[in-house]
């Protein structure tokens, strides 16, 4: 009995709608990748730290200024509430009884001097033991009863008088002698004018000098920081200085203790890396080794069919294997070599070696190619019997296979009845040997120049059997050797609407007197 199947969710059906389009919209994408999200890019360690440190000292900072406006507040009524303090003790002092009623025994000189202030206002009230006015302001505001002080002790409290805010000093007087059910209260008070003067007087001498202090400190915050990460950006610059086939492991030395883990961890990726790269070059080495016996059989063989009469079907046939075959052993040449300057970077004796007798033995190795091409291949340079021999420190084997190297591709490129001409020269004040490859081919377009030395790039359209891997392999031996590999046009006067190509390796000359 078959199951009924379970309708789905709309929302099930429209989400598994949502994922099919994305499929195929890009239906090699991961699963994961349709519709990811882009992660967020991590911020720069500077200003994370920098904002973990400025944003702190910039909240702190207000609080500091309302902490300071109290501090100073404080400071400024301390002077002046013992002035009011004492005024208080005065008035109390000078309160006696007459005929069981409390008198204020003050002469009205003194009374006037006491309110005498050029900028706040004085007050004054003395209430008898009945609550009845003795002297001074009837308006002044009364305590609580319960926080009236005792006798002798003054307190201080702030009111509104008038609309104005008044700090009060106030205490109390008992007369035995005087009839009455309380004892005298004396109350002094004073506007805030001065108060709130000295307390801007604090705050503008605390205050201003922190907006000098503020920017200093993060000028100095910037400073340090930027002090404290320079060891970070001189390993940036030392990594970023290592040639790109230097898989050698960094110093952790250099690194601060921080990041020596990360180092380290650095260290065993490019430890890991050099391993593949060391297996992939094994790899195709054997192979191309490998590859060479039946390439060559086979070509053997196809230039033996070559030698009986066969249908002309067969002839090109036979006569195309052999030619691929031929391409083949020279691409597996190519790609041997290749694979043994790049596992000889490290391990390369140099000695000085005389470059321009290698380079007439490479014109030799090359004559018969060109003759079959109808070419002329010549040599210009320093012969046996002259005294200006050029020596730069190198590996013969390699210097002679990137020489050959130039050769074949100027050969294979240059259309036949063409001129190839190898030239060794010496440029005595730069302390280098340049070694020219010059012919009348097409050229190289200025544009095609960065990618020609690439492995496998070839110009398209143009003819030529070659592999792409000729001016790869000059340019890693050149750069073992420290130099450099440059392409030109060479525009010869019989032949101006061929620009031809100049290639030219430059070598640093041994020097004799490092001995």
Do not use: C
């Amino acid at each position: 009995m078959a199951t009924p199947a379970h309708p789905r969710h709309p929302a099930d059906a429209a989400e598994a709608d949502a994922e099919r389009d994305a499929r195929y919209e890009n239906p090699f994408a991961p699963p994961d990748e349709i519709d990811a999200p882009e992660p967020a890019r991590p911020r720069s360690l500077f200003g994370e730290i920098l904002d973990w440190m400025l944003a702190p000292l910039l909240l702190l900072w207000p609080m500091s200024i309302a902490v300071t406006y109290l501090v100073a507040k404080a400071i400024a009524n301390g002077p002046f509430d013992r002035a009011l303090e004492t005024n208080a003790y005065v008035l109390a002092r000078q309160i006696h009884p007459v005929n069981g009623v409390a008198e204020l025994t003050l002469p009205s000189a003194t009374q006037d001097f006491l309110r005498a202030d050029n900028v706040d206002s004085v007050y004054f009230q003395v209430l008898g033991t009945r609550g009845e006015l003795v002297a001074g302001e009837a308006d002044l505001p009364l305590p609580h009863d319960e926080d009236r002080p005792p006798p002798g002790v003054v307190t201080f409290r702030d009111e509104v008088l008038r609309g104005n805010d008044i700090r009060v000093a106030y205490t109390t007087v008992a007369l035995p002698q005087a009839s009455g059910t309380q004892p005298v209260l004396v109350q002094v008070g004073e506007t805030l004018d001065k108060r709130n003067a000295l307390a801007n007087d604090i705050i503008k001498g605390v205050i201003l000098p922190q907006f000098v202090i503020l920017p200093l400190a993060i000028v100095l915050v910037w400073f340090g920081l930027s002090r404290g990460l320079a060891p970070l950006n001189a390993l940036q610059a030392h990594i970023r200085g290592r040639r790109p086939d230097d898989l050698s492991p960094v110093d952790a030395q250099r690194a601060p203790p921080e990041i020596e883990p990360l180092v380290t961890s650095f260290n065993d990726l490019l430890s890991r890396l050099e391993q593949n790269m060391a297996l992939q070059k094994r790899f195709i080495a054997d192979a191309a080794h490998q590859m060479k016996t039946p390439l060559a059989g086979l070509r053997t063989q196809a230039e033996f069919a070559l030698r009986h009469d066969v249908p002309d079907e067969v002839q090109r046939s036979l006569e195309q294997i052999a030619t691929s075959s031929a391409q083949a052993a020279r691409l597996v040449t190519q790609l041997l070599a290749l694979a043994r300057a790049e596992n000889r970077a490290g391990g390369l004796t140099f000695e000085p070696v005389e470059l321009a007798s290698l380079a007439r033995l490479a014109v030799r190795d090359w004559v018969q190619a060109a003759l079959a091409k109808r070419m002329d291949l010549g040599y210009e340079g320093p012969d046996d019997d002259d005294d200006g021999a050029l020596h730069v420190d190198g590996n013969p084997l390699m210097l002679r296979e990137m020489l050959g190297n130039l050769i074949d591709n100027a050969i294979r490129y240059t259309p036949e009845g063409g001129r190839i001409t190898v030239r060794v020269r010496a440029d005595r004040l730069a302390r280098l040997a340049h070694v020219e490859v010059e012919d009348t081919g097409p050229g190289i377009p200025a544009g095609e120049r960065a990618r020609v030395v690439e492995r496998f790039y070839r110009i398209l359209g143009r003819e030529g059997d070659g592999s792409g891997l000729g001016l790869a392999i000059v340019r890693e031996i050149a750069a073992q050797h420290g130099g450099t590999l440059t392409l030109d046009d060479h525009v010869y006067q019989d032949a101006p609407r061929l620009a031809g190509t100049l290639v030219r390796v430059s070598l640093p000359l041994h020097d004799w007197s490092a001995r």
